[in-house]
């Protein structure tokens, strides 16, 4: 492999950390008002969080482009604010990436909210915990197959991301250019072996990643037996 | 619902006037997308052919044809393409043939930012100049010649981004996203009137064909340098009968129509050069 086709193993893999991590930050709060709501807003927050699953990438990068650029109101608040643009860069990439994989991080939190019953919170309530107390002893460690699941899903999802990248990212070696960038421009290239030996990489990687998932899926332990 | 598809084919037969009208799927590089969908239109009334048209880079249909995609003619950015399409038996030997000999130009959606040499390449005023793929899109290496015959190859290297083909490097340039890029001088001709260098777009009364507005209201088509021939390989843009359309009197109609004066009237409209 190239010093190119290295470089973009690893901004794959930092594109693909980065955008969990900050999902997991700011998508747990949302799950987790999602999970014990019964505001009429739900179906519409719902709804909001899971579109990227229907509508097609170029949809979402079309957007991105156009609020992103000179004109759009992001792109006048970054420059505004002295970052200057986000298409081109990696932090565009991150902010395309953290809608693109959303639904993948909130949705499987949402469900281990869910499964949690209203009793146990309760119980825990009447021992004098208080709100914070009951979040981080008794939600988080019932719901850790949720968030191990939301992960697993959120890194490899960002992984397979290749329309928005497309559009936004304008292909830059070591800024922009992902795996799956990289992999399409081997095969434009016709430089089938380049592109056969990242593509049977990813391969590899997807199966790994779905069979340590469905592993996860099956209940184990103590946690488990709490969520089913 | 058969009977209404039936109706459906009998008033298209109806309204057709040519007995013979056939259909050709044509692929065409990016840059000739426009002045091709003006020429379809008047190939189409004049002998009831109709083209179903694909358009993007080059080097993407090579792969596809190969790998036996249904296009029965390719109109490329380059020749080499159809050469070698032809001397892998995928295209028909001897039916290829220059229609249009592309121009390189420096374009901005804004107004008076780019100067007539050119000169604003070196001005480091700028974050992003979009070109096409180079490995992919002819345009691109000719973009990185001119670039190179500059020698600002490695002061420009970390501002480049490309397109996957010279529509999305005109795209990337259209909405502001890169301030300058290297697109065709038809892509730019297409968008509307520009300020640039009017001698060669063959005076001003051919200067817009009256191609689709680039997002309407908003960029205009800006200002441009058109690249002298010196600083790049001439871009011969070659088309050929693929081996699909071989036995499809459509697809030879189209060819010869391309060789036309009608035609060749639409292609110099649009800023190329012909084959004398």
């Known amino acids: ?228 | 619902m058969r009977q209404a598809f039936r109706s459906l084919v009998g008033a298209a037969a109806l309204l057709c006037s040519c007995a013979q009208a056939a259909e050709v799927q044509v692929a065409v590089a990016a840059n000739f997308a426009v002045p091709l969908a003006k020429v379809s239109a008047a190939f189409s009334a004049a002998t009831g052919h109709t083209l179903k048209i694909a358009a993007g880079a080059t080097g993407k249909f090579y792969s596809q044809i190969v790998a036996g995609a249904p296009f029965e003619v390719l109109i490329a950015a380059d020749a080499e393409t159809p050469k070698k399409l032809v001397s892998e038996g995928h295209a028909v030997a001897g039916s290829d043939f220059t229609y249009a000999i592309g121009k390189l130009v420096l374009w901005s959606a804004k107004p008076d930012f780019v100067d007539s040499q050119g000169a604003v390449l070196g001005s480091g005023r700028f974050a992003h100049l979009a070109i096409a793929n180079p490995k992919a899109a002819p345009y691109g290496a000719a973009a990185l010649q001119v670039i190179q015959a500059r020698g600002l190859t490695e002061a420009l290297a970390p501002k480049l981004v490309t397109g996957q083909s010279i529509a999305q490097a005109f795209q990337f340039v259209g909405t502001g996203n890169a301030e300058l890029g290297f697109v065709a001088l038809s892509q730019v001709i297409a968008a509307g009137p520009a300020q640039g260098d009017q001698r060669a777009l063959g005076g001003p009364e051919s200067k817009a064909p009256g191609g689709p507005a680039f997002l309407p209201g908003k960029a205009g088509p800006g200002s441009y340098w058109l690249v002298p021939q010196a600083l790049y390989g001439e871009i011969r843009q070659d088309a050929v009968l693929l081996q699909r359309g071989a036995g499809n009197p459509a697809a030879k109609a189209l060819l010869a129509y391309l060789k036309s004066p009608a035609a060749q009237l639409v292609i110099k409209s649009f800023g190329y050069g012909i084959d004398p």
């Open chain 1, 1 to 228: 492999m190239t010093a190119d086709d290295w470089s973009a193993v690893r901004l794959t893999a930092q594109l693909a950390a980065l955008t969990t991590l900050l999902l997991l930050v700011a998508g747990t709060p949302v799950a987790w008002w999602l999970a014990r709501t019964r505001s009429r807003l739900k179906p519409l927050v719902a709804a909001a969080v899971a579109m990227p699953i229907v509508l097609p990438p170029t949809v979402l990068g079309f957007y991105l482009l156009l609020l992103m650029g000179p004109q759009g109101p992001i792109g006048q608040l970054t420059q505004a604010l002295g970052l200057g643009r986000l298409p081109f860069s990696f932090a565009g990439l991150v902010v395309a990436s953290v809608l693109y994989s959303m639904p993948f991080v909130v949705q499987p939190l949402q469900q281990a909210f869910e499964a949690i019953p209203e009793r146990t919170l309760e119980a825990a309530a009447t021992l004098r915990a208080g709100p914070w107390d009951r979040f981080f002893s008794v939600v988080l460690p019932l719901a850790r197959p949720g968030f191990l699941t939301a992960s697993v899903l959120g890194f490899a999802h960002t992984v397979g991301e290749f329309g928005v990248v497309l559009m936004i990212g304008g292909n830059i070696p070591g800024v922009t250019r992902v795996l799956s960038v990289a992999i399409y421009g081997h095969v434009e290239a016709l430089e089938f072996e380049s592109a056969h030996r990242l593509a049977a990489g990813m391969v590899v990687f997807a199966m790994a990643v779905l069979v340590a998932l469905y592993m996860l899926g099956r209940p184990t332990g103590r946690a488990a037996q709490g969520l089913r």
